[in-house]
């Protein structure tokens, strides 16, 4: 007898596929977060824009496998996937965002992600189906040549260790949180996780910091433990300075973020000399500065 | 997983492993076999249905993979309910190919040149991309504010 499965070689050949499509990825960035609720995909889907508008080819993969929203924010929800010469072709957004997500995968908008397999005792494998499916849309999806590929991933640390190992030249985790004091305490300790994952932090961004009146432009704390607003040169708010990161920057709660993520169109398309819009770019810039 | 040969007193080599159809191997079950290298002596374990589908889930085909995967053949495959792939057309995509043929002939009327001036400087450039395009997407030579605002709305602007 032989091994026929030769298992090992399978996985090594598919980590090769990996390697290959990552290749040609300049900056690969996990935007995470400890808590679910506090915006990350918003996040995720509008800095892909704001990278864009500075003229970076842009990717997004939604690894968020059971809660995906991306593609909804992104105004490509509903689209068929295709495959292409060369794998799957990644959705392209209006805005000329590649996007991938498992929503193009299933048959309409109410069905959930169910896996095949011995009933009653998912929990054995489905951790490793799912990190088998983030490997798949890495290896088998034609991303192309990117400058940032951005990974939504699901609220939690969980997804962190696969991706590390599957992009070991990840530049960093851009961890969003809000600020109260549950959401923060969970921040902590997802930072520690990262950190021992040797996952670089490039820093913490706060959702929902404020809430701005339209009529008089009146900056109001939403919670207890908002921060100083950064300064001009990155300064670092309560959370950001005990955990040793920087502030990326504060984003103002404003009705018209989830207005615009309901109609598919992100932000800062419509509003980028808003508050939160202008947040957005600062944000994206202290990124930029981060690969410099 | 090791196993020990008592008789030997040595770790047991990992022989190789048949998919759940083949040799003995079947209800299921996934056949490992492991030999001790002194004395040869052979066993088999036969993985219980969950430990089978735990290795599926690495997306390794048991038994070999006899031809190449094909594209997120495992996701695919594993979703219960699922939509199927369309072929992608061989030259378009969802976005036009910055060489288009169609690209270099494109020009915009005066009017649309100064509703562009209503965008955000930082954004002219993108909305620029988007309506070309839509333009070309649409069949479009000439952009004036009529396709703008076809562009507009096909994205969801106001």
Same mark, same amino acid.
């Given at each position: 007898?032989?091994?026929?499965?030769?298992? *090992?070689?399978?996985?090594?050949?598919?980590?090769?596929?990996v390697n290959a499509r990552m290749a040609k990825v300049r900056h690969k960035v996990a935007v995470?977060?400890?808590?679910?609720?506090?915006?990350?995909?918003?996040v995720a889907a509008n800095l892909a824009l704001a990278f864009a508008i500075k003229d970076y080819r842009v990717g997004i993969l939604d690894?968020?496998?059971?809660?995906?929203?991306v593609?909804?924010?992104l105004?490509?929800?509903?689209?068929?996937?295709?495959?292409?010469?060369?794998?799957?072709r990644p959705v392209t957004s209006?805005l000329g965002i590649k996007v991938m997500?498992?929503?193009?995968?299933?048959?309409?908008?109410?069905?959930?992600?169910?896996?095949?397999?011995?009933?009653?005792?998912?929990?054995?494998?489905?951790? +490793?189906?799912?990190?088998?499916?983030?490997?798949?849309f890495l290896?088998?999806v034609d991303w192309g040549t990117l400058d940032l590929l951005l990974f939504d991933?699901?609220?939690?640390?969980?997804?962190?260790?696969?991706?590390?190992?599957?992009v070991p030249d990840l530049r960093g985790v851009v961890?969003?949180?809000?600020?109260?004091?549950?959401?923060?305490?969970?921040?902590?300790?997802?930072?520690?996780? *990262?950190?021992?994952?040797?996952?670089p932090?490039i820093?913490?961004?706060?959702?929902?910091?404020?809430?701005?009146?339209?009529?008089?432009?009146?900056?109001?704390?939403?919670?207890?433990?908002?921060?100083?607003?950064?300064?001009?040169?990155?300064?670092?708010?309560?959370? +950001?300075?005990?955990?040793?990161?920087?502030?990326l920057?504060?984003?103002?709660?404003?009705?018209?973020?989830?207005?615009?993520?309901?109609?598919?169109?992100p932000?800062l398309?419509?509003?980028?000399?808003?508050?939160?819009?202008? +947040?957005f770019m600062?944000i994206a810039e202290r990124i930029e500065e981060y690969f410099q | 997983?090791?196993?020990?040969?008592?008789?030997? %007193?040595?770790?047991?080599?990992?022989?190789?492993?048949?998919?759940? %159809?083949?040799? =003995?191997?079947?209800?299921?079950?996934?056949?490992?076999?492991?030999?001790?290298? $002194?004395?040869?002596? $052979?066993?088999?374990?036969?993985?219980?249905?969950?430990?089978?589908?735990?290795?599926?889930?690495?997306?390794?085909?048991?038994?070999?993979? &006899?031809?190449?995967?094909?594209?997120?053949?495992?996701?695919?495959?594993?979703? !219960?309910?699922?939509?199927?792939?369309?072929?992608?057309?061989?030259?378009?995509g969802n976005s036009?190919s910055p %060489?288009?043929?169609? &690209?270099?002939?494109?020009?915009?009327?005066?009017?649309?040149?100064?509703?562009? &001036?209503?965008?955000?400087?930082m954004l !002219?450039k993108m909305?620029?991309k988007v309506?070309?395009n =839509?333009?070309?997407?649409?069949? =479009?030579?000439?952009? %004036?504010?009529?396709?703008?605002?076809?562009?507009?709305?096909?994205?969801?602007?106001?």
């Amino acid at each position: 007898m032989r091994d026929q499965s030769d298992i *090992v070689g399978q996985v090594t050949e598919q980590m090769a596929r990996v390697n290959a499509r990552m290749a040609k990825v300049r900056h690969k960035v996990a935007v995470m977060s400890g808590k679910g609720g506090v915006g990350k995909s918003v996040v995720a889907a509008n800095l892909a824009l704001a990278f864009a508008i500075k003229d970076y080819r842009v990717g997004i993969l939604d690894a968020d496998l059971n809660g995906p929203a991306v593609g909804k924010m992104l105004g490509v929800e509903g689209l068929p996937w295709q495959i292409g010469h060369d794998g799957v072709r990644p959705v392209t957004s209006p805005l000329g965002i590649k996007v991938m997500s498992i929503d193009f995968l299933l048959p309409d908008e109410q069905t959930p992600v169910r896996w095949q397999g011995p009933k009653g005792s998912d929990f054995v494998w489905r951790g +490793a189906m799912e990190q088998s499916a983030i490997r798949e849309f890495l290896s088998d999806v034609d991303w192309g040549t990117l400058d940032l590929l951005l990974f939504d991933l699901a609220a939690g640390t969980h997804q962190l260790p696969n991706l590390a190992q599957l992009v070991p030249d990840l530049r960093g985790v851009v961890m969003v949180t809000i600020p109260s004091e549950i959401s923060q305490r969970v921040v902590r300790k997802s930072m520690a996780f *990262v950190r021992e994952h040797g996952v670089p932090i490039i820093g913490l961004v706060e959702n929902m910091s404020t809430f701005v009146c339209a009529e008089c432009g009146h900056e109001i704390p939403l919670f207890n433990s908002s921060q100083p607003r950064p300064s001009s040169k990155g300064g670092r708010g309560k959370i +950001a300075e005990d955990l040793k990161v920087p502030l990326l920057g504060k984003i103002p709660f404003d009705p018209k973020i989830s207005q615009c993520s309901d109609k598919g169109i992100p932000l800062l398309m419509e509003h980028l000399n808003t508050p939160a819009g202008k +947040a957005f770019m600062q944000i994206a810039e202290r990124i930029e500065e981060y690969f410099q | 997983m090791k196993y020990l040969c008592e008789q030997c %007193d040595t770790v047991m080599n990992f022989i190789g492993a048949l998919g759940p %159809d083949e040799g =003995y191997a079947r209800e299921g079950s996934m056949r490992v076999t492991f030999a001790c290298p $002194r004395c040869e002596w $052979r066993i088999s374990m036969l993985t219980n249905a969950q430990e089978t589908q735990l290795v599926k889930s690495l997306g390794v085909t048991l038994g070999g993979r &006899k031809a190449p995967a094909s594209p997120l053949e495992l996701v695919h495959t594993s979703l !219960v309910e699922k939509s199927e792939p369309v072929l992608h057309p061989a030259v378009a995509g969802n976005s036009p190919s910055p %060489d288009h043929p169609l &690209k270099a002939s494109i020009t915009w009327t005066e009017e649309a040149e100064t509703r562009l &001036k209503n965008v955000p400087p930082m954004l !002219v450039k993108m909305v620029r991309k988007v309506v070309e395009n =839509y333009a070309i997407e649409n069949g =479009y030579s000439v952009i %004036d504010v009529e396709v703008i605002d076809k562009a507009k709305n096909k994205i969801g602007m106001t």
